[in-house]
């Protein structure tokens, strides 16, 4: 076993000495690979880079929420018998013709229907039937 130690460190430092070029010119000598192209210049995205979204050019120019246009929503304002006004938070009144069960600062959620033909509003707001009226938290 003594004897094969000497002869293993020889043979692993020749392999090393020939691997390095053994004596031969240490000039740098080009390589016959052709030239990369733009495309494969391009550096490829990191595997762990996330990508970024771009930020928000403007608020929108719409309501993002609408509502449907047989719902009004918004605060009771005045209650009579019969007529229900309704103040969105557009400011629009609404008279809405029916019973509810709503007093007079409820935020209430409306099902409307256009009023008939010949019927005039029962108040000062745009007139419409009311068909449902559910408060808001109730």
Avoid: I, N, Q
Avoid at 7 to 23: I, N
Avoid at 96 to 114: F, R
Avoid at 124 to 137: D, H, K, M, Q, T
């Amino acid at each position: 076993m003594r004897r094969l130690a000497p002869v293993a460190l020889a043979a692993v430092a020749a392999a090393l000495l020939a691997g390095c070029g053994g004596g031969e010119d240490d000039a740098v000598t080009t390589s016959s690979a052709p030239e990369p192209t733009e495309a494969s210049a391009a550096p490829s995205p990191s595997p762990t880079a996330l990508p970024t979204l771009a930020g928000a050019t403007a608020p929108p120019t719409s309501p993002t929420d609408v509502t449907p246009a047989a719902v009004v929503a918004g605060r009771v304002t005045a209650v009579s018998a019969g007529c229900v006004e309704v103040t969105t938070d557009d400011a629009v009144v609404w008279s809405l013709s029916g019973e509810a069960d709503a007093v007079v600062g409820d935020t209430v959620l409306a099902k409307v229907a256009p009023l008939a033909e010949g019927v005039a509003s029962c108040g000062p707001g745009r007139g419409a039937r009311l068909e449902s009226l559910e408060v808001a938290g109730g």
